[in-house]
């Protein structure tokens, strides 16, 4: 049971390479759509904000020009988002692949009363292309779109479990918050999730769950459920 109608979840593209490190690997893909379904057969709400790099990351193009860079990535998570939808479907999800920009022969435009609709008649909803535009990071997105389908939380997909007060990889003593709120992840620079998302977060009171897939990708639906394996963001 979750105290939660509809949620929006931020999917990497590294989670679903895995081991890997690049493209796909398929046993974390079908671990991930299997939590995923889970957590939608609780009778939650669940749209998808899918990110690309495992495939590709515009600040790592080199002399490549920005606007181009972000635009290649925005493919990578058109990818991401259909190899998530068939494995869905496999598992008997009904699902929808929406993106930012048309591309009518593999995906919906992303309209947000259609993505209601859809949320409304059980259908997960994979949202690609990010914003649509470049300079724009998928957590952005994933804060923009939950502000439009009136979700109640993101729940952002990490390699790390939670918010930590300094690098948990590189300082031993590392602690972790269990609650913390935008003004301070932004006024301390935390690297959990990009300023502009923090903000539009903030500002729409939208609360972002940060929690570890990796090591378990059934931490969503724990997550979901109210345990406390992450860290809340929320202002206070």
């Not at 479990?161 to 990889?169: E, L, T």
Request: one cysteine or more; proline letters at 3%.
């Amino acid at each position: 049971m979750s105290d939660y109608k509809r949620i929006l979840l931020k999917l990497s593209g590294e989670a679903l390479a895995g081991a890997k490190h690049f493209g796909i690997d398929y046993d974390s893909l079908q671990a991930i759509s299997t939590a995923i379904k889970a957590t939608a057969d609780l009778g939650v709400q669940v749209a998808i904000v899918v990110g690309g790099g495992n495939f590709w990351r515009g600040r790592d193009a080199g002399e490549m020009e920005r606007t181009r860079a972000d635009h290649i990535g925005m493919l990578a998570t058109v990818m991401n988002a259909l190899a998530v939808a068939e494995t869905l479907e496999k598992l008997g999800s009904e699902v929808r692949v929406m993106t930012a920009f048309p591309i009518q022969n593999v995906a919906e435009p992303y309209i947000r009363n259609r993505a209601i609709r859809h949320l409304e008649k059980g259908r997960i909803v994979i949202l690609a292309c990010g914003t649509g535009n470049p300079f724009f990071s998928t957590d952005s997105a994933s804060a923009l779109r939950a502000a439009e389908i009136g979700a109640d939380v993101v729940f952002k997909a990490t390699l790390v479990d939670g918010v930590y007060d300094k690098d948990p990889h590189r300082y031993p003593d590392a602690k972790r918050y269990h609650t913390i709120s935008f003004s301070k992840v932004l006024a301390d620079n935390l690297a959990v999730i990009d300023s502009t998302a923090a903000s539009l977060c903030r500002d729409n009171n939208i609360p972002i769950y940060v929690f570890d897939l990796q090591s378990d990708p059934m931490n969503l639906l724990r997550a979901v459920e109210g345990e406390d394996i992450g860290t809340l963001i929320q202002e206070a």
